[in-house]
């Protein structure tokens, strides 16, 4: 090094006046480089204070007022901050830019020390030279108002979770629970299986004309009328047109001879707009949709973009904007830089005259920004060789969200045909692409059975004239069944929770994380949700008591009012109470109505051993019967009697013999084999999508029952490898030394969090209450 600017580096070093403090090692890599030698970036891996694990930690007699304590594992990195503010006179608070950032903010200003004055607070919407630079060039002050907020729904969060639980526990089996939020979220999850389940279905009837033109090609037309009455299906009461095969027969016989004569045809144009850029939710139901990602895994992936990943001599790069918003608004930089790009690589026709305004909805923060590339001329190929798989995949997703965001409409040419036969009247439509616009980026992909989906369908139709005579090629019946409402996937679930007000960008994934993951109250399978029956029956045990808690509308009123409570419209104490007062009432009454599952529900069969009536009660490992005369009499059996459950479907084929593959539940737990046994003995295990990390092996992580009914995670290429855990992997990388997963396990109502990779000392406690 020369000499003079090591002198200078040192000089500056020695005058190292300020402190700033982010939550993750990564965001201290990225800032760090931002910022000279008279900076000291540090990181307080997340929240360094937090409400006791062994009791309530709330005083509802004074005020709610809560017992803040050092959360477990964090004393040694907050000695740590502590010595380093000894050689600074300033702190730069530049934690995340949400409720639960300024929170962990506030509590590092109450254990540092600091003069308050000299404590600021900084925030930015990307990691990029010039937001760091400009955030630090206006420092602010710590919002308490939002600090309000986020204690207003910790200490919601504290007082249901530790009053429901003990209740669960001593009425249904213990290591159960139900918070403010996720009680609802699974209640939709019910009553959706509710509504299948009891959905009666209904036949109905269409009719479709296959016909041929003057000019090709041939096309198909729809029967819309019969003698002047429009053909209804079966909808809200109103019977169907064509309720049954006869019926339909019938109107066919109509149109034997008929003349099929073009009554009109009506030409135009539709113009397809883009959707907005990517807010929170918007970013986990297309990622699941597309990726296939779970909410969780979304959120991550997108951590670790915001936060910055190593671009070759660049160092750290924040790659997007912060990914927990609910605002859809661009800044004027951002449109500019991508309307430059949309004229260079596309051309100037594809560039609306003025940018594309989007409307956030309802109190959105319009602080803060959609989730975009924070430099859109990096572009997913030239970043590609510097991230992994899935942090490709998403970064495509955002930065073609964001392009065809600030792109022109996609036009189609439509055409609808009016067709004569008979006393019928028959309707063709078709369209095709005039201008690709927006879609020559990106085009959102919907749930099955979404009408949208069809929107960008081309359909070509012939050239059609008024009074043209057309040939019928042939007449097709079809039956159809009206079907019920489909069951939740995590990004559909997702879009009802933000449509119905419930939760907010950050609290989604661990929403879903904690009804699907921790409470056994969900299971997933493939894409698709299905509440448990411990799921149903604590829902139903719920629903009698806490009516409030259960219903959506008061939900989703609760986050209002923690809106109000940040807006500085209401005092957070005042909106804890209002809660507290009737939950209290409830509990007591739940306390003393409520049935007691333990003890068990009698039934009408007697013991086979000693003749007493039977009582059907819940263990550990679900429901079974035992006698009513126990201790005397210890005959117990699995309710179900050994009884097989039903085969699921799957769609794959057996790659010995062609058949379907099915879903079958063993032993020693769930596992996928053919569907010709025992003709057939193919079998194969259902992974969990996580690599093995033993070396050299190329197995998946599956999850196993144990002899004794303890579920466990081993090796999908076992008996060659055999590793195995005990605690459940979770496909989130080690935010301390990136190991591909970390593991999970509840421990005395905590979830406790730590890697498997040796030598890594990463340990995160949350409560197992968390709404």
Same mark, same amino acid.
């Given at each position: 090094?020369?000499?003079?600017?090591?002198?200078?580096?040192?000089?500056?070093?020695?005058?190292?006046?300020?402190?700033?403090?982010?939550?993750?090692?990564?965001?201290?890599?990225?800032?760090?480089?931002?910022?000279?030698?008279?900076?000291?970036?540090?990181?307080?891996?997340?929240?360094?204070?937090?409400?006791?694990?062994?009791?309530?930690?709330?005083?509802?007699?004074?005020?709610?007022?809560?017992?803040?304590?050092?959360?477990?594992?964090?004393?040694?990195?907050?000695?740590?901050?502590?010595?380093?503010?000894?050689?600074?006179?300033?702190?730069?608070?530049?934690?995340?830019?949400?409720?639960?950032? *300024?929170?962990?903010?506030?509590?590092?200003?109450?254990?540092?020390?600091?003069?308050?004055?000299?404590?600021?607070?900084?925030?930015?919407?990307?990691?990029?030279?010039?937001?760091?630079?400009?955030?630090?060039?206006?420092?602010?002050?710590?919002?308490?108002?939002?600090?309000?907020?986020?204690?207003?729904?910790?200490?919601?969060?504290?007082?249901?979770?530790?009053?429901?639980?003990?209740?669960?526990?001593?009425?249904?089996?213990?290591?159960?629970?139900?918070?403010?939020?996720?009680?609802?979220?699974?209640?939709?999850?019910?009553?959706?299986?509710?509504?299948?389940?009891?959905?009666?279905?209904?036949?109905?009837?269409?009719?479709?004309?296959?016909?041929?033109?003057?000019?090709?090609?041939?096309?198909?037309? /729809?029967?819309?009328?019969?003698?002047?009455?429009?053909?209804?299906?079966?909808?809200?009461?109103?019977?169907?047109?064509?309720?049954?095969?006869?019926?339909?027969?019938?109107?066919?016989?109509?149109?034997?001879?008929?003349?099929?004569?073009?009554?009109?045809?009506?030409?135009? !144009?539709?113009?397809?707009?883009?959707?907005?850029?990517?807010?929170?939710?918007?970013?986990?139901?297309?990622?699941?949709?597309?990726?296939?990602?779970?909410?969780?895994?979304?959120?991550?992936?997108?951590?670790?973009?915001?936060?910055?990943?190593?671009?070759?001599? *660049?160092?750290?790069?924040?790659?997007?904007?912060?990914?927990?918003?609910?605002?859809?608004?661009?800044?004027?930089?951002?449109?500019?830089?991508?309307?430059?790009?949309?004229?260079?690589?596309?051309?100037?026709?594809?560039?609306?005259?003025?940018?594309?305004?989007?409307?956030?909805?309802?109190?959105?923060?319009?602080?803060?920004?959609?989730?975009?590339?924070?430099?859109?001329?990096?572009?997913?190929?030239?970043?590609?060789?510097?991230?992994?798989?899935?942090?490709? +995949?998403?970064?495509?997703?955002?930065?073609?969200?964001?392009?065809?965001?600030?792109?022109?409409?996609?036009?189609?040419? /439509?055409?609808?045909?009016?067709?004569?036969?008979?006393?019928?009247?028959?309707?063709?439509?078709?369209?095709?692409?005039?201008?690709?616009?927006? /879609?020559?980026?990106?085009?959102?992909?919907?749930?099955?059975?979404?009408?949208?989906?069809?929107?960008?369908?081309?359909?070509?139709?012939?050239?059609?004239?008024?009074?043209?005579?057309?040939?019928?090629?042939?007449?097709?019946?079809?039956?159809?069944?009206?079907?019920?409402?489909?069951?939740? /996937? *995590?990004?559909?679930?997702?879009?009802?929770?933000?449509?119905?007000?419930?939760?907010?960008?950050?609290?989604?994934?661990?929403?879903?994380?904690?009804?699907?993951?921790?409470?056994?109250?969900?299971?997933?399978?493939?894409?698709?949700?299905?509440?448990?029956?411990?799921?149903?029956?604590?829902?139903?045990?719920?629903?009698?008591?806490?009516?409030?808690?259960?219903?959506?509308?008061?939900?989703?009123?609760?986050?209002?009012?923690?809106?109000?409570? !940040?807006?500085?419209?209401?005092?957070?104490?005042?909106?804890?109470?209002?809660?507290?007062?009737?939950?209290?009432?409830?509990?007591?009454?739940?306390?003393?109505?409520?049935?007691?599952?333990?003890?068990?529900?009698?039934?009408?069969?007697?013991?086979?051993?000693?003749?007493?009536?039977?009582?059907?009660?819940?263990?550990?490992?679900?429901?079974?019967?035992?006698?009513?005369?126990?201790?005397?009499?210890?005959?117990?059996?699995?309710?179900?009697?050994?009884?097989?459950?039903?085969?699921?479907?799957?769609?794959?084929?057996?790659?010995?013999?062609?058949?379907?593959?099915?879903?079958?539940?063993?032993?020693?737990?769930?596992?996928? +084999?053919?569907?010709?046994?025992?003709?057939?003995?193919?079998?194969?295990?259902?992974?969990?999508?996580?690599?093995?990390?033993?070396?050299?092996?190329?197995?998946?992580?599956?999850?196993?029952?144990?002899?004794?009914?303890?579920?466990?995670?081993?090796?999908?290429?076992?008996?060659?490898?055999?590793?195995?855990?005990?605690?459940?992997?979770?496909?989130?990388?080690?935010?301390?030394?990136?190991?591909?997963?970390?593991? *999970?396990?509840?421990?005395?109502?905590?979830?406790?969090?730590?890697?498997?990779?040796?030598?890594?000392?990463?340990?995160?406690?949350?409560?197992?209450?968390?709404?």
């Amino acid at each position: 090094m020369d000499g003079g600017a090591g002198e200078v580096e040192e000089a500056l070093v020695a005058k190292r006046r300020s402190l700033v403090v982010v939550e993750s090692p990564t965001k201290v890599k990225t800032i760090q480089k931002y910022l000279d030698a008279t900076y000291t970036v540090k990181a307080s891996m997340g929240h360094v204070r937090d409400l006791p694990k062994s009791k309530l930690g709330v005083d509802p007699r004074k005020g709610f007022k809560p017992q803040y304590v050092i959360s477990p594992g964090k004393k040694k990195i907050l000695d740590e901050l502590k010595k380093a503010a000894e050689k600074a006179d300033t702190l730069y608070v530049a934690t995340d830019p949400d409720r639960e950032g *300024e929170a962990i903010g506030w509590h590092l200003a109450q254990e540092l020390p600091f003069n308050k004055k000299k404590i600021y607070r900084i925030t930015f919407n990307e990691i990029t030279e010039r937001a760091v630079k400009a955030a630090f060039e206006h420092p602010g002050k710590i919002d308490l108002k939002k600090v309000d907020a986020q204690q207003a729904r910790r200490v919601l969060d504290r007082l249901v979770g530790y009053s429901l639980s003990p209740l669960l526990w001593d009425k249904v089996q213990r290591g159960l629970s139900a918070g403010r939020v996720q009680s609802v979220a699974v209640r939709l999850i019910v009553d959706r299986e509710g509504l299948i389940q009891a959905f009666v279905p209904h036949e109905y009837w269409s009719v479709h004309a296959r016909l041929e033109a003057k000019l090709p090609p041939e096309f198909t037309a /729809t029967l819309r009328e019969i003698d002047g009455e429009r053909v209804e299906v079966p909808r809200d009461g109103r019977p169907a047109t064509l309720p049954d095969e006869a019926t339909t027969r019938a109107a066919m016989e109509g149109l034997d001879g008929a003349r099929w004569i073009v009554r009109t045809v009506t030409r135009g !144009e539709r113009r397809r707009n883009p959707t907005a850029p990517f807010i929170t939710s918007t970013l986990q139901q297309e990622a699941g949709r597309k990726l296939g990602f779970w909410a969780r895994k979304t959120m991550s992936v997108a951590q670790q973009l915001y936060e910055g990943v190593e671009i070759g001599n *660049e160092g750290a790069v924040g790659l997007i904007t912060y990914m927990r918003t609910d605002s859809v608004q661009v800044s004027r930089e951002a449109q500019e830089a991508a309307r430059q790009l949309v004229t260079t690589r596309y051309g100037a026709e594809y560039l609306p005259a003025e940018p594309p305004v989007y409307k956030s909805r309802g109190r959105a923060q319009e602080a803060h920004e959609a989730i975009r590339p924070s430099d859109v001329t990096r572009d997913p190929r030239s970043v590609a060789r510097h991230l992994t798989k899935d942090q490709l +995949a998403l970064y495509r997703l955002i930065w073609e969200r964001f392009m065809s965001s600030q792109m022109q409409p996609a036009v189609y040419d /439509t055409v609808t045909a009016d067709i004569d036969a008979g006393r019928c009247v028959f309707r063709a439509q078709g369209q095709t692409l005039k201008f690709k616009g927006f /879609t020559a980026v990106y085009v959102e992909t919907y749930e099955d059975g979404d009408v949208a989906a069809d929107e960008e369908a081309e359909l070509a139709m012939p050239a059609l004239e008024d009074g043209e005579v057309l040939r019928l090629l042939e007449l097709q019946p079809k039956q159809h069944f009206t079907q019920p409402p489909p069951r939740y /996937t *995590e990004a559909s679930l997702v879009k009802a929770l933000e449509e119905l007000g419930i939760g907010r960008p950050s609290t989604y994934a661990s929403i879903l994380g904690t009804i699907i993951n921790e409470r056994g109250y969900v299971r997933r399978d493939r894409r698709t949700l299905f509440p448990t029956e411990l799921g149903t029956e604590v829902t139903g045990l719920l629903m009698p008591f806490f009516q409030d808690i259960m219903n959506v509308e008061f939900t989703a009123q609760m986050e209002d009012e923690l809106d109000k409570v !940040e807006d500085g419209e209401l005092d957070w104490a005042k909106a804890v109470g209002d809660f507290y007062t009737p939950f209290q009432k409830d509990l007591k009454k739940a306390q003393k109505e409520m049935v007691n599952q333990k003890k068990g529900e009698e039934t009408d069969e007697a013991c086979p051993e000693c003749g007493q009536p039977l009582l059907a009660r819940r263990g550990r490992f679900g429901k079974f019967l035992a006698c009513s005369a126990y201790p005397e009499c210890k005959y117990t059996r699995n309710i179900g009697g050994g009884e097989r459950a039903e085969d699921e479907p799957t769609k794959e084929v057996c790659p010995s013999c062609g058949k379907p593959m099915v879903i079958k539940h063993g032993r020693f737990g769930k596992f996928i +084999a053919c569907s010709g046994y025992p003709d057939c003995k193919t079998t194969k295990p259902i992974t969990m999508g996580i690599a093995c990390p033993e070396p050299g092996c190329a197995g998946e992580l599956v999850e196993r029952r144990s002899k004794r009914g303890r579920n466990f995670y081993g090796c999908s290429a076992y008996p060659g490898c055999k590793f195995v855990l005990w605690q459940r992997p979770v496909a989130e990388p080690c935010p301390k030394c990136g190991a591909a997963f970390v593991t *999970e396990r509840a421990t005395r109502g905590r979830s406790l969090r730590t890697c498997v990779r040796e030598g890594c000392d990463f340990r995160q406690e949350a409560d197992l209450t968390v709404a």
